[in-house]
């Protein structure tokens, strides 16, 4: 980007010094020519394409994040319950807490609200989408 504006900048001295010079002489001004430019940044298409690729990036979140929310609980192996669960006994635990010891859940990562997030690009691409809809309707 620095590069493309130190070049506009270098091509318009150029300019200027070459109208400057057909002053001095008293000849006729050089045309000013426009930079080429690219399409326009708010066509339809674009607008689409735009909506499009936000939509889909917010749903990847979604699911990424969302199953990575809902595999991270893992439960501990049989054994490794039914030594906890014979030791608590030992040491006198209820009934009702050697079952929680047996039915037990570790919590390795973070909450299946985290997929949430991908919420945010996805309101961007359907604005986008809602924009193009809306354009093509009118024109």
Do not use: C
Request: aromatic share 8%; net charge positive; hydrophobic share 45%.
């Amino acid at each position: 980007m620095l590069a493309s504006l130190a070049a506009r900048y270098k091509q318009r001295e150029l300019q200027h010094r070459e109208r400057m010079a057909a002053v001095e002489k008293g000849a006729a001004l050089p045309a000013l020519e426009e930079p080429v430019r690219g399409p326009a940044p708010y066509n339809p298409r674009t607008l689409l394409l735009r909506g499009l690729i936000w939509l889909f990036i917010g749903i990847g979140i979604l699911v990424s994040f969302g199953g990575i929310a809902m595999y991270s609980y893992r439960q501990p192996p049989a054994w490794e319950r039914v030594s906890q669960a014979n030791e608590a006994k030992q040491h006198g635990a209820s009934d009702e807490q050697i079952r929680a010891i047996m039915n037990e859940r570790y919590d390795n990562g973070p909450p299946a609200a985290i997929g949430l997030i991908g919420l945010i690009p996805m309101g961007v691409g359907l604005a986008y989408v809602i924009t193009w809809l809306t354009e093509r309707r009118a024109g």
